[in-house]
């Protein structure tokens, strides 16, 4: 028998770099530097792919979508997510909600909260207020406080269709 609830836990991080774009929560953040990766290396959507993928026991995002393939370069996120949440789907699944943490030195997210979960909401066919997103700073500790990488972790529900 499923068991009608699962929760998965995802993590990433990235390197900070100049000349890139940065992509956070699907959307375009406008700054100095961005995320290094193989596709838009948007750290939210990433962990909570890989906190989907985990409670379906499915692995991670790198699994799925390897690193080393050509046809992920430069791939908008969003998409891998919508793989994802066509997992979550044939398994019998849906989303209850997601609930993610970034941390970054800056810029400043709170004033692109709503337009995240306003791109990332109807992708995962959840309510805006079943998106939660948080961000900090690492009060200038570490790789993230000297703004050489970013981090996110985020932890997802699944119920039973």
Same mark, same amino acid.
Request: hydrophobic content about 45%; charged content about 20%; overall charge negative.
């Given at each position: 028998?499923?068991?009608?609830?699962?929760?998965? #836990?995802?993590?990433?991080?990235?390197? %900070?770099?100049?000349?890139?774009? /940065?992509?956070?929560? *699907?959307? @375009?953040?406008?700054? !100095?530097?961005?995320?290094?990766?193989?596709?838009?290396?948007?750290?939210? #959507?990433?962990?909570?792919?890989?906190? %989907?993928?985990?409670?379906?026991? /499915?692995?991670?995002? *790198?699994? @799925?979508?390897?690193? !080393?393939?050509?046809?992920?370069?430069?791939?908008?996120?969003?998409?891998?997510?919508?793989?994802?949440?066509?997992?979550?789907?044939?398994?019998?699944?849906?989303?209850?909600?997601?609930?993610?943490?970034?941390?970054?030195?800056?810029?400043?997210?709170?004033?692109?909260?709503?337009?995240?979960?306003?791109?990332?909401?109807?992708?995962?066919?959840?309510?805006?207020?079943?998106?939660?997103?948080?961000?900090?700073?690492?009060?200038?500790?570490?790789?993230?406080?000297?703004?050489?990488?970013?981090?996110?972790?985020?932890?997802?529900?699944?119920?039973?269709?």
């Amino acid at each position: 028998m499923a068991a009608p609830f699962k929760i998965g #836990i995802g993590y990433d991080v990235h390197q %900070l770099v100049e000349g890139r774009a /940065l992509w956070l929560g *699907g959307i @375009h953040i406008p700054h !100095t530097h961005g995320a290094e990766g193989h596709s838009d290396a948007d750290v939210i #959507i990433h962990a909570i792919c890989d906190a %989907l993928l985990g409670a379906l026991g /499915l692995r991670d995002i *790198g699994f @799925h979508f390897s690193n !080393t393939d050509p046809k992920y370069k430069d791939i908008d996120s969003k998409k891998l997510l919508a793989e994802v949440v066509l997992m979550v789907n044939e398994r019998g699944y849906a989303i209850g909600n997601v609930d993610c943490a970034l941390v970054l030195q800056r810029p400043k997210i709170a004033p692109h909260i709503t337009k995240m979960q306003e791109a990332l909401a109807p992708i995962m066919g959840i309510d805006l207020d079943c998106v939660s997103i948080k961000a900090t700073t690492a009060e200038k500790l570490g790789f993230v406080g000297r703004e050489e990488g970013l981090e996110a972790q985020a932890v997802a529900l699944l119920y039973k269709k």
